[in-house]
């Protein structure tokens, strides 16, 4: 069950409302947008993107549809079997090459993004108090815990 606070702005005579942040984290198959190394493509089925979100969030991005914001948090390269059968150092070198390139913010159509199943996690409540924390910092504390506590 959702609740809706009202702030009202009395200098500018508004009221806006604000649902409660529903974090949920998806991973996304990105692997088209990594160029892999010939002889590394017999090892790696997927490279997937980790991303945190506010499912109650949306934005218009100059379209009628609409989109959330997903934030980066890291990268998962997913070994075939022959991947996994390679030695450790090799596996390490796989996943260094591409897990560490960094990510950026997404826009994606919030009918595109699954919210159930093996590539998500709800984070729900997250039992931390965020009375003196406006929206930005309470985004940030969530995505150090889930970039530090990796859900997927």
Do not use: W
């Not at 017999?42 to 991005?61: A, K, M, S």
């Not at 890291?74 to 796989?94: M, N, T």
């Amino acid at each position: 069950m959702l609740t809706v606070e009202f702030n009202t702005n009395k200098e500018h005579n508004m009221t806006t409302a604000t649902l409660p942040i529903d974090a949920y984290v998806v991973s996304l198959d990105e692997t088209q947008h990594y160029a892999i190394a010939e002889e590394h493509k017999p090892h790696i089925e997927q490279i997937r993107g980790v991303y945190l979100f506010n499912r109650n969030e949306r934005t218009y991005c100059c379209e009628m549809t609409p989109s959330h914001y997903l934030i980066h948090l890291y990268d998962v390269v997913v070994l075939s079997a022959a991947g996994e059968a390679l030695e450790e150092s090799a596996r390490d070198r796989l996943h260094d090459e591409y897990e560490n390139c960094g990510g950026e913010p997404i826009y994606l159509h919030c009918h595109s993004v699954k919210t159930e199943g093996a590539h998500c996690y709800h984070g729900g409540a997250t039992g931390v108090s965020f009375e003196d924390a406006n929206y930005d910092d309470q985004m940030e504390a969530l995505r150090e815990h889930y970039c530090a506590n990796n859900p997927l």
